[in-house]
RNA sequence: GGGAGUAUAGCUCAGCCGGGAGAGCGUCCGCCUCACACGCGGGAGGUCAGGGGUUCGAGCCCCCUUGCGCCCACCA
């Protein structure tokens, strides 16, 4: 093998670019069709077209490319598939924004031009995400990429309205829906996020109408409204029938004032009695209460606004007013006329769109709607039985929460960008037409005057199908047979209502199979303090900065590390610059590997059997590696990707770069045991190599490029095997025996510190042991003990013979190591040295005796766990003992 | 109003099945030891929010209280 260099700090620039390109040219990242490999499937969760990389991209997609190359390498035919998001409403509110800056709006353009506008600026902004997202390293099969408003995604999303329409579940209804008088286009409950707002409560009465059809001046009925304005469309007062109060008024009627419009008392269970007067004003056309109490008593729908929620010509005087300012002048005017009797200050929830805050308004228009009372049922049922599991657990009573208080889902918007809806209208007989093409002529009356509905599908519509359009749905392509139903979905908590559940029934619905058999939720990233990045807040970091920076590896860990799932997490610097100092320490123990290399190549260091000349140690770390191997695969088949990573970290940061490189150094120096050598250096590279392994589907970019050099092969480490625990590199007994010394060494440099030895300073050993095996453990380690532990040579023998009083112990369960360290040993100091240690063991015994006396313990506790404490504290008394006789031979 | 969380070192967070409190950063001490100062070695620092209970034994299980955000909800 080639001696290979490497730079003495690790640097990102440039090499992850050239690695991923390598990647992408291999093609390693595309998946086809192979009935001899078991697929693994993901879909991504498709980013907004024109959007840009954000840290909750960084977090979603690095979980997912995890997962990807975790299942590649373990053997599964992996597909990624990417994708973007034409996100209607969102880019539509770009792109008129950006109209107004040309001075010009979407009507004066016209749909046409519009539509033309919206594509170029797809065009322009188009590929940026996906240049991000390669960045990042994420291994989607990019000859895949779809788009949800592509020729494919669009045929699926017409196939799917068409056969929902004929089965009934989707309808043309006039229905209370929420309004953004901003956006001008109606939304789904799903988009309505409510604030708190400070308000009023507006108490006000209405004057009864006698008898004879006068307007009474002493009978009122008082009630109170957040909303005075919405009493222009009034058509009734209601009160619950169980209220004796107003029974007295049964029959009669109220006037609505400024109006002048007789309203019924209708009496209905909506009620409650408890509130305020147990009155309420019914406003069918904006609230979607009254609009269920205005079914119920066959009330009229007064609407009184505009689109924009001006008042419109059935406010009267009012028309043409904001809602606000009529609020104003109707307060003022009911105070006029002496009918407000109060104002309370009143805080209340406001529904708003959640796009651009505006608070939303209540208004009965003509909209697609989705059934959902049937189609929930298999969703629901599907979590229930366990066929979808949701991770973390907990997000299964939101789901359940949601899916039992669901609502048809309205799916029509008034806007242009998106899927025209595919239905069409007779001019001449009125009859609605929705089909798959363009239908020539009225099937009803032959009318040929057609026109196409103007409104365009929801954005959540298409991406409900994303999971099966993408592998050619309606088409049913091999890829459809092969890879779905896809395997985990990964995706953050916010859209679980917008898309997750909607994904559930379309699929179950169209493919009659569930589109995922897990669903991995995760939290949010927030900035240091644990607050929301936001644009407002001006406290966004930006991935693409960070990996400029630190590069995509120190990123990519970082985000994973240290998280539990589903769980919110806090970023901040400190900890890039940690992962970044992971992956220097990495590279810098791979160097050292490298370095010592021979410079003939030798084959038996690349073999992949057991070398001649494995010492205890090298048993200890293989051992430790192949326990590592076990725990990593437990820890991502749980999904537990943050503990995963964890040891991994620990492992190669740890025991491998702390304790076995420093352990092995003196063979490594020694050239004349060349056997011993060769099976130190075998033992390093097959160790790193292994853990690279692991490391990679967290750190793709510096494990293979490490990977690389020291295989001196064109294999990457992408597609590489994943590594499984091996019987024959388990060693318990090794473990134990490597630890013994590490307790020594610990010991010793402790030692030396609180007496204050010169780190420089060597010393002479001798290790005390009655227990041959004890001392056979120390002569077979003697080198890299000698070397940990700074002594300047170490022997072992069975008595204290010839050991002068001043030497410093340091006393273990079974051995004493005694350094006679000459005039630098303070005597007082040892002693109360040793008291300490004296005190820590007495307080350890008196604990583990009161517990070795209980009865109930030895009763009721597992035999193991007994077992196990008796052995603790055999090992107490024994240092107990020693380090007691040890102080009693110090004078 | 309902639901599900969370509270552990100065900071950010781990802690599987109940059995001797952990990491990173920060801090203190000593080291530029021929892979790495983006480093090495050693240390200090915690009534595991508070109270009660179950248990031989509780950070972990049960109940109550308090703090903090989160999701849902039509109380006019």
Redesign the pocket.
Known sequence: MMKKELA????PHGLEDRIYQNWEDKGYFHAEVDETKKPFTIVIPPPNVTGRLHMGHAFDETMQDILIRWKRMQGYNALWQPGCDHASISTEVKIIDQLKKDGTDKKTLGREKFLERAWAWKEEYGGIITQQLKKLGSSCDWQRERFTMDEGCNRAVTEVFVRMHEKGYIYKGSRIVNWCPVCKTSIS??E???E?QQGH?WHIKYPMVNEDGTVSDTEFIE?????PETMLGDTAVAV?PKDERYHKWHGRKVLLPIVNRELPIVEDE????????????ITPAH???DFEVGKRHNLPEVNVLNDDATINENGGKYAGMDRYECRKAIVKELEEMGLLVRIED?S??V?THERCHTTVEPMIKKQWFVRMDELIKPAVKAVKEGEIRLIP??AE??YF??TD?IRDWCISRQLWWGHRIPAWYCDDCGEIIVDRQTPAKCPKCGGTHLHQDEDVLDTWFSSALWPFETLGWPDETPELKYFFPTDVLVTG??I??FWVIRMIFSSYEQMGTYPFKTVLFHGLI?D???R?FSKSLGNGVDPLDIIAKYGADALRLTIVT???LG????F?V??V??S???????W??S??IL??LPEEEDPVLLSPELPAGLEPVDHWILSRCNRLVREETANLDRF?L??AV?KV??FL??EF???Y??MV?PRL?NTDDKTSQTAALWTLRTVLLTSLKLLHPYMPFITEEIYMTLQDADESIMISSWPEFRADWDYPQEEREIETIKEA??GV??M???M?V???KKAQMVIVSDKEEVLEIFRTGRLFFESLAGASESSCQQDKAGIPDSAVAVVLADATIYIPLGDLVDIAAEKERLQKELKRLEG?LT??EK?LS????LS???AD?IE??KE?QQ??RQTYEQVKERLSTMS
């Open positions: 003495k700090t690790y640097d409950d799903a309505v996020e409510y708190e409560l009630f109170a409204t957040t909303r619950n909506y009620v409650d009695m408890e509130f305020g007067t147990g009155v309420v004003k609230d979607p209460n009143y209340h929830n529904g657990q907990r009573s939101a929460n949601w208080n908590w916010d679980l209502f927030r240091e303090q644990g929301k240290g998280n539990d769980g919110d997490m806090r901040y400190d900890r610059e940690n970044r100092n992971f992956a220097n320490k990495i810098n123990a160097r050292f370095m010592n537990e943050g503990i964890q970290y620990d940061w740890d770069c702390d304790w490189i420093e150094k120096y060494v610990r440099r402790n030396r510190t609180q204050n010169a780190p420089s350890e604990r583990s517990m209980n009865e109930k313990f009721k506790a597992p766990k196990e404490e603790k090992k107490y």
